[in-house]
């Protein structure tokens, strides 16, 4: 099971972390943790993959890490349009296990 | 670069469907692809993942021995056809790019298995 802060709110120009985890134990690079930004009625776009690596379309403020065990995303300088869901992904030995998403409010 | 999911609709349970995939813009045959379903109010299920040659296939534990993932490198498409459709399996279907980065997602297709 992968799991994930259900939700967080934070405030146009803050920092926010998002965290996952695992059920199996602490989350390594060997994971391959990726993270993902859905809207709705879109489809999910793909951030971070491979613990830190942006994709070219993902803006600087958007940073992946591992921290204390857990994958983690962080938005700093956060927008408006920052708001959205977030969800992380782990790869285990073939399968890949989706977290259960972060509702993200900018207030 | 561009993914395109058809196929799907409305079917009763016990029945079956096959989902295509066509992607334009970039070289299939040299990437891995999966297929990752999503119910609605629900977030995203990885379902089924396939290599660039079609040489090896992973399947979610709930999916096994009822859906299968193949393509067609010549024809730059991905299927999944699937088998003994449950109600569960009412969901978008969405292919995407790359075994291990996911970068490019197709805009999904609705399937709905009810009675």
């Known amino acids: 099971v992968v799991t994930q802060e259900p939700s967080l709110t934070v405030s146009p120009g803050g920092t926010v972390t998002l965290t996952c985890s695992s059920s199996t134990g602490a989350v390594t690079s060997g994971y391959y943790p990726n993270w993902f930004q859905q809207k709705p009625g879109h489809a999910p776009r793909a951030l971070i993959h491979t613990t830190i690596n942006r994709h070219s379309w993902t803006p600087a403020r958007f940073s992946g890490s591992l921290l204390g065990g857990k994958a983690a995303l962080t938005l700093s300088g956060v927008q408006p349009e920052d708001e959205a869901e977030y969800f992380c992904?782990?790869?285990?030995?073939?399968?890949?296990?989706f977290g259960g998403g972060t509702k993200l409010t900018v207030l | 670069v561009q993914l395109v999911e058809s196929g799907g609709g409305v079917v009763q349970p016990g029945r079956s469907l096959r989902l295509s995939c066509v992607a334009s813009g970039f070289n299939f045959e040299t990437y891995g692809m999966h297929w990752v379903r999503q119910a609605p109010g629900k977030g995203p299920e990885w379902v089924a993942v396939i290599r660039h040659n079609g040489s090896n296939k992973h399947y979610r534990d709930s999916v096994k021995g009822r859906f299968t993932i193949s393509r067609d490198n010549s024809k730059n498409t991905l299927y999944l056809q699937m088998d003994r459709l449950r109600v569960e399996d009412t969901a978008i279907y969405y292919c995407?790019?790359?075994?291990?980065?996911?970068?490019?997602w197709g805009q999904g297709t609705m399937v709905t298995v009810s009675s």
């Open positions: 992904l782990l790869y285990y030995h073939g399968a890949w296990v």
């Open positions: 995407a790019r790359d075994p291990d980065t996911f970068d490019v």
